[in-house]
C-alpha cells in the first residue's frame, strides 16, 4: 500500500498513462497496479482523480493467445481443406482451381467423387 504519487492535470511526467491514454496506444494495464493519481480539473463533473499506470508495464490488448493461435491454425487447415472432396490437400486450395489438384483435374484413382 503506501501513498502513490499525485501529479497535476497535464503534468504526468513520461512513462505514465491512463488507462484511457494506454487503450489509444492498443495497450492495457495488464494486471499491473495503479502507479500514480493524476488530480483532475474541478471544472467538470466526475471524478477528480484519474489513475495512472506505467507504460512500460502494459501489455498489448490482444496478445497471441494460445487460443488464438488455434484458431489460426484452423482457419489455414480450412483453406488447406478442399471444399469438394473434404481432404487436406497439404496446401492452400489454390483460388484459381476451387478445389484441390486432383479434383480439379481428376482421375479414378485420386479423387473419390470421379468414379
Ligand atoms: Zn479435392
Do not use: H
Amino acid at each position: 500500500m503506501g501513498a502513490l504519487p499525485v501529479f497535476r492535470w497535464r503534468l504526468a511526467p513520461d512513462g505514465y498513462a491512463t488507462r484511457r491514454q494506454l487503450r489509444a496506444q492498443g495497450l492495457r494495464p495488464g494486471g499491473q497496479d495503479v502507479a500514480a493519481q493524476l488530480e483532475r480539473p474541478r471544472r467538470r463533473r466526475g471524478p477528480l482523480v484519474a489513475y495512472l499506470y506505467r507504460v512500460d508495464l502494459a501489455k498489448p490488448v490482444r496478445p497471441m493467445t494460445d487460443a488464438k493461435r488455434a484458431a489460426l491454425a484452423k482457419a489455414n487447415a480450412a483453406r488447406r481443406t478442399c471444399p469438394q472432396c473434404r481432404r487436406d490437400a497439404g496446401y492452400v486450395i489454390p483460388p484459381s482451381l476451387g478445389t484441390c489438384v486432383p479434383c480439379a483435374f481428376p482421375t479414378p484413382s485420386d479423387c473419390p467423387r470421379s468414379v
